[in-house]
Nanobody
Framework: QVQLVETGGGLVQPGGSLRLSCASS????????MGWYRQAPGKQRELVAVATSGSNINYADAVKGRFTLSIDSSKNTVHVQMNKLQPEDTAVYYC?????????????WGRGTQVTVSS
């Protein structure tokens, strides 16, 4: 089991910045992949950014150059710094952790945190 607690959402004006954090109850070193997804109203949940074991970080094309994922292994926490936010970034942001179980992986999700970009 992995419990994930997200913090840092809120309301921001276009062009502004926010930093989301996700704290894991389990050591990051035992997690295969950890990152962020988002879901806008009426849309499917989509990848924002994810770090996999080996320190590979992948970003969605929509956020490349604006969002930066970082890991604080001492606190089992993953952050995403979001800059130059636009209204289309408005969504509920979910933290995700993938744990390997034999030949398969298990997904764990946080409760989500709302990000609203509006003037």
């Amino acid at each position: 089991q992995v419990q994930l607690v997200e913090t840092g959402g809120g309301l921001v004006q276009p062009g502004g910045s926010l930093r989301l954090s996700c704290a894991s109850s389990r050591s990051i070193f035992t997690i295969y992949a950890m990152g962020w997804y988002r879901q806008a109203p009426g849309k499917q949940r989509e990848l924002v950014a994810v770090a996999t074991s080996g320190s590979n970080i992948n970003y969605a094309d929509a956020v490349k150059g604006r969002f930066t994922l970082s890991i604080d292994s001492s606190k089992n926490t993953v952050h995403v710094q979001m800059n130059k936010l636009q209204p289309e970034d408005t969504a509920v942001y979910y933290c995700n952790a993938k744990v390997v179980r034999g030949a398969s992986t298990e997904d764990y999700w946080g409760r989500g945190t709302q990000v609203t970009v509006s003037s």
